[in-house]
């Protein structure tokens, strides 16, 4: 039974809150969620438009482009094909770095907003989005989680990397949050048996429909439930749904044990925005009107680096970004009778925890907030040992500041809830693992 509280979110609150943050979230929700009942051509040739829209764009407004299109003979966007995509460069995180500027259309220039990421290869990187980028990316959010029953307004847990300790204005974006948007965000920070049986009861009162986080905490709730039973009474949620990190199957297995509802994985990431998503047949549908996938390089069995054009990104656009994940495509149908494409394998990377005081499971990820804040920080690794001491190595664009390194140091005790050693050890680099991929978080803590 829908709550007169989601109603009233889904109808009035949640649209009203989009339009005065400038997004048009809703419309382009309902828009896409028509999409889903297109026919595959009719589907294909809107997102050729969309691509040769972008494309003519980036001719009159992006330097860095401009220049690529001419060299790749490409100076009539409007006849464009998918299969022309491939005659553009690759663009990859250095040329974001050194050429950031050239890669902005100036015309929107007030209009964008700043964001840095670790990223999967654990180098910070700052790039620009905008509220048009941010709406698409909420409104194809909202269109996944529809597959499944859950609609703009329902009830939302997110269990998220965010730290414990909040200034004004985050409390009251969260008391707003939760009282008109129906939204909650649970700290993956500090998982002690105590605030994970805090929040296992507050699932059952609270009743969300749709769960949303990292697999490996919610795979940490879900083992609490199972080693003690009824603590959901009769609620079940309608969705959980998976991110920022690999779903394995024996956190899916479990998830989906104790919850007693549909687990999806949805996979995006701030720079390449939202990617995909599994429909309830248990496929990875890529969010076509948003992005275009390719694989580079494939490998015998199909898989490569994936390189992701996002369609709506108009103030600082991505043309074929190599994003650090691996993958393949498939052309086989779902049985779910959407038009998109899929994605038939993700290749990503586990996260590990840090281990805190008492044992204590915190989120690799809260450690990442502290870091990726460092301007100087080009590339880092950070080791926990058996001690809980840290190492940290890094390779900066100069060298730290007192005032950064006790920043640092502060911080990761801070989330620890413990005093640990932090050692810093700068280098030339930090090699990858032999799967390609580095990991920026290790910890060899025991709980």
């Not at 044992?359 to 804040?373: C, D, F, K």
Request: hydrophobic letters at 40%.
């Amino acid at each position: 039974m829908t709550a007169p509280g989601e109603v009233l979110a889904r109808h009035l609150l949640l649209p009203l809150h989009e339009r005065l943050r400038g997004r048009s979230t809703i419309p382009q929700w309902r828009r896409l969620h028509a999409a889903d009942r297109l026919d595959p051509s009719t589907w294909e040739a809107r997102r050729l438009e969309k691509l040769r829209a972008l494309l003519a764009h980036c001719l009159r407004e992006v330097p860095h482009y401009r220049e690529q299109l001419h060299a790749a003979g490409l100076v009539r966007p409007e006849a464009v094909t998918l299969e022309d995509l491939g005659r553009l460069p690759v663009l990859e995180r250095d040329t974001l770095r050194t050429q950031a500027d050239r890669l902005i259309a100036p015309a929107w220039r007030d209009r964008l907003i700043r964001y840095s990421t670790g990223g999967s290869t654990g180098q910070p990187l700052v790039f620009y989005t905008d509220k048009h980028r941010e709406a698409c990316l909420n409104a194809q959010k909202l269109r996944a989680r529809a597959w499944f029953g859950v609609l703009p307004g329902d009830r939302q847990v997110d269990f998220w990397g965010s730290p414990i300790e909040m200034d004004r204005q985050t409390r009251v974006r969260r008391l707003k949050d939760r009282w008109l948007l129906n939204q909650v965000v649970l700290s993956a920070s500090h998982l002690s048996p105590g605030r994970i049986d805090a929040y296992a009861r507050f699932l059952a009162t609270w009743r969300p429909r749709l769960i949303y986080g990292y697999p490996t905490v919610i795979y940490r709730v879900a083992q609490h439930l199972l080693e003690h039973p009824g603590r959901l009474g009769d609620y079940r949620p309608r969705l959980i749904a998976c991110t920022s990190e690999m779903l394995l199957p024996h956190l899916r297995e479990t998830i989906a044990r104790a919850f007693a509802c549909p687990v999806a994985n949805e996979y995006g990431s701030r720079d390449g925005g939202m990617i995909a998503h599994e429909c309830p047949e248990g496929h990875l549908h890529i969010l076509g009107e948003q992005v275009i996938v390719e694989v580079d390089r494939p490998d015998a069995d199909g898989i490569g680096d994936l390189l992701i054009t996002n369609l709506d990104g108009y103030g600082m656009p991505f043309i074929r970004y190599r994003i650090g994940d691996r993958g393949a495509l498939t052309d086989a149908p779902c049985p779910c009778g959407l038009p998109l494409p899929r994605l038939r394998e993700i290749q990503g990377r586990a996260n590990d925890f840090l281990v805190g005081q008492g044992g204590r499971l915190v989120h690799s990820s809260t450690a990442n907030y502290i870091l990726r804040e460092i301007p100087a920080l080009r590339q880092y690794q950070l080791r926990q040992r058996a001690d809980h001491s840290f190492d940290l190595i890094l390779v900066p664009s100069r060298p730290l500041t007192g005032a950064e390194e006790d920043h640092i140091r502060q911080g990761l005790c801070r989330i620890l809830d413990e005093a640990v050693a932090v050692r810093f050890h700068r280098t030339q680099g930090i090699p990858p693992e032999k799967s390609g991929k580095y990991r920026w978080v290790i910890s060899e803590a025991v709980a």
